[in-house]
């Protein structure tokens, strides 16, 4: 079954930077979207960035610039780079998989992603 395991978290500084890893594994990785979402106490979880289509990212307007997200296929990995943090970064950071909509032309949306790692907490102090 699909896995996803997070690691990289961390307390940092804010203006620190982290880079949060996801390693996948029990699906074909480069066939499926994949995001990254967070979730802080007491609100909601939130796309930070997510794939709309294998190769295509939307970024939250508040890490554009900022986060940048990548993957090494041959290593069923996926990274997220997280720059010039803020306190208002501080949540729970969990890596996401979505299968993409073949009657869409293999789109994923939101609702899509059903694969989630177990998380990893990133603090950012001011």
């Known amino acids: 079954q699909v896995q996803l395991v997070e690691s990289g978290g961390g307390s940092v500084r804010a203006g620190g930077s982290l880079r949060l890893s996801c390693a996948a594994s029990?699906?074909?990785?480069?066939?499926?979207?994949m995001g990254w979402f967070r979730q802080a106490p007491g609100k909601e979880r939130e796309g930070v960035v997510t794939e709309d289509r294998v190769g295509s990212t939307r970024y939250a307007d508040s890490v554009k610039g900022r986060f940048t997200i990548s993957k090494d296929n041959a290593k069923n990995t996926l990274y997220l780079q997280m720059n010039s943090l803020k306190p208002e970064d501080t949540a729970m950071y969990y890596c996401?998989?979505?299968?993409?909509?073949?009657?869409?032309?293999?789109?994923?949306?939101?609702?899509?992603?059903?694969?989630w790692g177990q998380g990893t907490q990133v603090t950012v102090s001011s």
């Open positions: 996401a998989a979505a299968r993409p909509r073949p009657y869409i032309g293999g789109y994923c949306y939101t609702p899509d992603y059903n694969y």
């Open positions: 029990g699906y074909t990785f480069s066939s499926y979207c």
